[in-house]
């Protein structure tokens, strides 16, 4: 089963939200307070998305609030690099600096991440710098759930969502949950279903769907009972190793297995899901295949040592597919 987009647009796929700055830890197997040295990629889920699409083929913009510093300089420069049109990225004028994420990798089941996140550039981005004429140019426009924590950030999403309904331009809304960004489960909930009930596709893990809904246990079922009410026509929901299922408005279910590797570390897995998931839809390759990809590039990049610069070209995922049939 196909999805379909407005195919008369210049931009596949326009995402909004944070970029910043992760640095992963070199040495393995070690509490970050014996690890030494890390290693500096671009980070944060929606540029990660940004990227590996970018990297798959897609033609991709991105709308976020850089800060003014060597840091933000890199994260342009290496977007701009991945084929990432940065004509939207705002420079910050009010001394803001870029999010930061050390990430400690004590074994491949324990990997933790300690941010810097306190008053960063990217929760800056004000409604004034959304611009309908941008928006209106893609097929998608890819929301994430942590650019919702902060005021006047929020504003600026809701904005670009109320833009992009008005220019048939598909909303998909990747939850990306972060509690240490929000001040309470009630709040995300509050903010979560304000943009959930506008998109058309939504990405996310059963957890986080449970904080979308405030409830300890929710169901696949019950998830997509409520959303269908409202604007989504396609709903993902991801089960870790058991795999993750996808639910069309029309009634159909589409599952696929998650593909085992070694694993290095957790992080990224998300991100590279949504870029490849996205990809093959955007190509036409329909619903199941679009869950195999999202998977398979997963299994990919939480095997190797960062998020970004594991983004896999679509040879590679095409590759470990056919060798798991």
């Known amino acids: 089963m196909n999805y379909t987009f407005n195919i008369d647009k210049e931009f596949d796929l326009i995402a909004i939200g944070r970029a910043c700055i992760d640095l992963n830890a070199n040495e393995y197997n ?6 030494m040295t890390f290693t500096k990629y671009v980070g944060g889920s929606p540029a990660n998305v940004a990227i590996g699409s970018a990297k798959l083929g897609l033609k991709v913009g991105f709308i976020g609030k850089l800060a003014d510093d060597q840091h933000g300089r890199f994260i342009e420069s290496y977007m701009r690099g991945a084929g990432v049109d940065t004509s939207n990225m705002v420079i910050d004028q009010e001394g803001h600096k870029t999010g930061l994420a050390f990430t400690e990798i004590k074994s491949p089941e324990e990997c933790s991440i300690l ?19 941008y928006i209106k140019k893609s097929k998608i426009l890819l929301v994430s759930g942590t650019a919702l924590a902060k005021s006047p950030s929020r504003e600026a999403v809701l904005k670009a969502v109320s833009l992009a309904k008005r220019n048939d331009v598909k909303v998909i809304f990747e939850l990306d949950y972060r509690p240490y960004t929000w001040n309470s489960i009630e709040e995300t909930s509050v903010y979560y279903s304000l943009v959930a009930e506008q998109s058309d596709i939504l990405i996310g ?36 190793v058991e795999g993750s299922y996808a639910y069309a408005k029309s009634g159909d279910v589409f599952k696929a ?31 199941e295949s679009a869950l195999k990809f999202g998977s398979a590039s997963a299994s990919i990049v939480v095997s190797k040592h960062s998020s970004s610069e594991a983004m896999p070209v679509a040879e590679e995922i095409e590759d470990l597919i056919a060798e798991r049939v």
């Open 30 to 35: 070690r509490p970050m307070e014996e690890t």
């Open 115 to 133: 941010m810097y996140r306190d008053d960063v550039a990217d929760l800056h981005l004000a409604p004034s710098e959304v611009h309908e004429e």
């Open 205 to 240: 893990t059963r957890d986080e769907y449970d904080v979308m809904e405030n409830t300890e246990k929710g169901t696949n079922e019950r998830t997509v009972r409520y959303l269908f009410e409202h604007s989504a026509d396609l709903v993902v929901i991801k089960h870790g």
């Open 257 to 287: 297995k998650s593909y085992k590797t070694k694993v290095l570390k957790t992080f990224g897995a998300g991100d590279s899901y949504a870029s490849a998931f996205l990809y093959a839809l955007v190509r036409g390759k329909g619903i």
